[in-house]
């Protein structure tokens, strides 16, 4: 039984796709086709059930995809043992949230990838929903993202930390210098990140409980030109802290003072329910934890 047919079974299980396994191992498609025949005629077993261009796991691949998953950990386990450097290597998949795409944070990725040259990332930006579901399609292998915490999900936090949503409005605006009340605020012009953003929704969500509805909107997809634009006047914005700290630390913007409401987020790093980690991906969750904890 060969690991490389078993870690294309892998990839197919987490895609559901032949097509995709194929891209992300680089190989013809025809040659995971043959690989899972061959894994299957090993095992005595069908792994997935075939009808069309849709392919979902059989009970037999439901059974065997543990055993999988310990086999390729076990594998990873004996190379960084015996390995002559134990240098991490490899190719990975990223996915990450605008937000912390473009904050100071994306620094210890950077780090991290020049303290270990042969590993080669894909990142992918998108909303926290999205990336969730990316993680369990295994689009991506681990995920970094604002969200609430939510016990008893089928992801595995690797690392979780309180990151506080600021309002935030120019530095001449009548409400950056006194307390206000969250109503005194609907009225206003508002520059809000797209639909789907978790603290968004959650503002709207907030704001329906009380009778109160955002009056006048304007949709950018970055945080960094929602935060240009509200350092001209247009508008105000929510946007979680580490996003505007620069900016409120230069000056350009000021934050609100909002006397009786507050968004509470985490900054969360996590990984698929039970699937293995690679021993990178376990190394850039760690460094990345690190740089916040040092920062906290």
Same mark, same amino acid.
């Given at each position: 039984?060969?690991?490389?047919?078993?870690?294309?079974?892998?990839?197919?299980?987490?895609?559901?796709?032949?097509?995709?396994?194929?891209?992300?191992?680089?190989?013809?498609?025809?040659?995971?086709?043959?690989?899972?025949?061959?894994?299957?005629?090993?095992?005595?077993?069908?792994?997935?059930?075939?009808?069309?261009?849709?392919?979902?796991?059989?009970?037999?691949?439901?059974?065997?995809?543990?055993?999988?998953?310990?086999?390729?950990?076990?594998?990873?386990?004996?190379?960084?043992?015996?390995?002559?450097?134990?240098?991490?290597?490899?190719?990975?998949?990223?996915?990450?949230?605008?937000?912390?795409?473009?904050?100071?944070?994306?620094?210890?990725?950077?780090?991290?990838?020049?303290?270990?040259?042969?590993?080669?990332?894909?990142?992918?930006?998108?909303?926290?929903?999205? +990336? #969730?579901?990316?993680?369990?399609? !295994?689009?991506?292998?681990?995920? &970094?993202? @604002?969200?609430?915490?939510?016990? *008893?999900? %089928?992801?595995?936090?690797?690392?979780?930390?309180?990151?506080?949503?600021?309002?935030?409005?120019?530095?001449?605006?009548?409400?950056?210098?006194?307390?206000?009340?969250?109503?005194?605020?609907?009225?206003?012009?508002?520059?809000?990140?797209?639909?789907?953003?978790?603290?968004?929704?959650?503002?709207?969500?907030?704001?329906?409980?009380?009778?109160?509805? +955002? #009056?006048?909107?304007?949709?950018? !997809?970055?945080?960094?030109?929602? &935060?240009? @634009?509200?350092?001209?006047?247009? *508008?105000? %914005?929510?946007?979680?802290?580490?996003?505007?700290?620069?900016?409120?630390?230069?000056?350009?913007?000021?934050?609100?003072?909002?006397?009786?409401?507050?968004?509470?987020?985490?900054?969360?790093?996590?990984?698929?329910?039970?699937?293995?980690?690679?021993?990178?991906?376990?190394?850039?969750?760690?460094?990345?934890?690190?740089?916040?904890?040092?920062?906290?």
């Amino acid at each position: 039984m060969e690991l490389r047919n078993i870690k294309t079974f892998i990839h197919v299980a987490e895609t559901n796709s032949f097509t995709v396994a194929a891209l992300r191992e680089n190989y013809a498609q025809s040659t995971v086709t043959q690989q899972i025949q061959m894994l299957e005629r090993e095992l005595g077993a069908s792994l997935f059930i075939r009808a069309g261009r849709r392919i979902t796991l059989s009970s037999a691949g439901r059974a065997f995809l543990p055993y999988a998953y310990r086999m390729a950990a076990l594998e990873q386990e004996t190379l960084m043992q015996f390995c002559s450097t134990g240098e991490p290597e490899g190719e990975f998949f990223l996915g990450i949230i605008e937000t912390i795409a473009t904050s100071r944070y994306m620094q210890r990725v950077g780090m991290f990838l020049r303290k270990y040259p042969k590993v080669r990332l894909h990142v992918a930006n998108d909303t926290a929903p999205h +990336l #969730r579901k990316a993680l369990v399609h !295994g689009d991506i292998d681990i995920a &970094i993202l @604002f969200d609430p915490y939510q016990e *008893g999900d %089928s992801l595995r936090v690797l690392h979780r930390s309180p990151s506080p949503v600021e309002f935030i409005a120019a530095i001449d605006s009548p409400f950056a210098h006194r307390p206000v009340q969250l109503h005194e605020l609907v009225d206003s012009t508002w520059v809000l990140t797209q639909r789907g953003t978790n603290y968004r929704k959650k503002l709207e969500e907030d704001l329906a409980e009380r009778g109160l509805y +955002l #009056r006048d909107r304007v949709e950018i !997809g970055t945080s960094k030109t929602i &935060i240009d @634009f509200v350092a001209a006047g247009l *508008g105000l %914005s929510i946007l979680p802290a580490v996003a505007v700290a620069d900016a409120v630390r230069e000056g350009r913007i000021a934050v609100v003072h909002v006397e009786d409401y507050e968004i509470a987020m985490q900054l969360q790093i996590l990984a698929a329910g039970e699937r293995w980690l690679p021993h990178p991906l376990a190394l850039l969750a760690e460094d990345f934890a690190a740089g916040l904890e040092e920062e906290g």
